[in-house]
């Protein structure tokens, strides 16, 4: 069984003291394919380091996080493009809309995420959507670069069953993490009438663990708790849930 987790931070200081034991503990939970986002240039380098060391198992998307859209935006911009001019990357992200830290800076995010929609499309790779607070804003950017070539992934998905639709509409799978383990997550409540064809598993590690690790750091490995509860809502055991979400993501990122 190989489970795909489709958005970690592996890159992240909570991690620099355990690394190689938390990346042997996903192995061992049949996490053999971990698919890195990326936030600003700040981390590029390390995520190039982890990249060396696992290369069978990690790959790297690029972008600029909506949430570091700073006054140095338009270099953050030109750190992406020279990167995708120089090494492979599977996607484009994470990008997106957030409105739950400031909301100040709406306007040039919606610039950064055209932008970067438009390098996706010019490289051919998906697009990684960060998305918080700002659904409509998001939707709204999506619909004015709607095309057969954009494509992606909408991460850490916590919308209503109605923004599903309209991002399965707009060619996203639905990223299902943690939250999805929550009593009050809310998506188990209709993830059902979702085809599996549009679902596929993240962790956001070291983010949002999912119960019973609610509120402590997250890992890869935790993923299988995720396919977990995915088994019970449709009602599959968790290597159906596991091939078909691999699946997904091959059909994604084209590996």
């Excluded at 960060?130 to 095309?147: G, P, Y």
């Excluded at 070291?206 to 890869?220: I, M, Q, V």
């Amino acid at each position: 069984m190989i489970i795909t987790d489709t958005h970690s931070h592996i890159y992240s200081e909570e991690f620099q003291n355990d690394r190689p034991e938390m990346m042997q503990r996903a192995f061992d939970a049949g996490v053999n394919r971990i698919f890195v986002p990326s936030i600003d240039s700040t981390f590029t380098n390390k995520m190039y380091e982890i990249e060396n060391q696992y290369p069978e198992n990690v790959f790297l998307m690029i972008g600029l996080h909506p949430c570091y859209v700073k006054e140095n935006y338009l270099e953050e911009l030109q750190h992406v493009e020279n990167e995708l001019a120089k090494h492979r990357f599977y996607a484009i992200g994470e990008i997106g809309i957030d409105l739950y830290w400031d909301k100040t800076t709406l306007d040039i995010q919606k610039i950064a995420f055209k932008y970067q929609i438009q390098l996706a499309k010019k490289y051919k790779l998906p697009i990684n959507i960060h998305c918080r607070d700002a659904f409509d804003e998001v939707f709204e950017v999506l619909e004015s670069e709607k095309s057969e070539d954009l494509f992606g992934i909408f991460h850490c998905f916590t919308g209503n069953y109605e923004q599903a639709k309209q991002a399965i509409y707009l060619n996203m799978k639905l990223g299902i993490g943690g939250v999805v383990t929550f009593k009050n997550g809310k998506i188990d409540q209709f993830l059902n009438q979702i085809d599996l064809e549009n679902i596929v598993l993240e962790t956001d590690s070291p983010y949002l663990a999912p119960n019973p690790y609610r509120g402590k750091r997250n890992e890869s490995s935790y993923i299988s708790n995720v396919a977990e509860k995915l088994a019970s809502i449709y009602e599959m055991s968790v290597e159906e849930i596991a091939n078909i979400t691999t699946a997904n993501s091959k059909a994604i990122f084209g590996i």
